[in-house]
Each structure stands twice: as C-alpha cells, then as structure tokens.
Nanobody, 122 residues
C-alpha cells in the first residue's frame, strides 16, 4: 500500500474552480494507478475520475468535460482540476490507488487518503 494525503478542498461558489492534490509516499507510486472518488452526505462513495494502465483517463459522466485528472510521477502527486463546479459536486473527495483491476471499481483500490471536503454554494 501507499500513504495518500489529499489537499486543496474548500468552499467555492457555483461556477468556480478548485484543484485537489494527492501526495503519495511509501512504495513506488508509479506502479499504482490513481483514482478520485467522492461521497456526499447520505450517499455511497462514487467514482469520479481515474488513470488507466495505458495512462488513459476516465471520468464519471457527471463530471466529464469539467474535471481533469493528471499525475506527476516525479512528485508522486495526482491532481484533480475541477472547473464549472455545481452544488451537486459537494462531497468529501478521496484519492485512491490500485495495483490492478478496473479503474471504475471501488473494490479494486487498496490505498485511500483521508479525504478533503469540497463545498459548492449556489
């Protein structure tokens, strides 16, 4: 497993932007593939974005065209750029990493950060 720490959350007005960061330490991060998930109050944790084994990027339909995931292996850091934020994007955002399996499946990720709160006001 790797140790993951998210940062960059906060309060923003609808239409605004935030960039989340996820710093990794421990085992070689480049052998993992990262993803972002989120959990709103009273809802299940859901997939937001991820990077696949050929470095392709994948997004939930609800964020496609607004969010961008990227990684910097030299810094062992993954980013989630969030633009055109909506109130329904309000959630705790979690960074995660996996060694195998589907980018979309939450049970394939074995390393998780503590989460960072994103609140979008209308």
């Amino acid at each position: 497993q790797v140790h993951l720490v998210e940062s960059g959350g906060g309060l923003v007005q609808a239409g605004g932007s935030l960039r989340l960061s996820c710093a990794a330490s421990g085992r070689t991060f480049s052998t993992y593939r990262p993803g972002w998930f989120r959990q709103a109050p009273g809802k299940d944790r859901e997939f937001v974005a991820g990077i696949g084994w050929r470095n392709g990027t994948y997004y939930a339909d609800s964020v496609k065209g607004r969010f961008t995931i990227s990684g910097d292996n030299a810094k062992s850091t993954v980013y989630l750029q969030m633009n055109s934020l909506k109130p329904e994007d309000t959630a705790i955002y979690y960074c995660a990493a996996r060694l195998g399996g589907s980018v979309y499946r939450i049970d394939q990720y074995d390393s998780w950060g503590q989460g960072t709160q994103v609140t979008v006001s209308s």
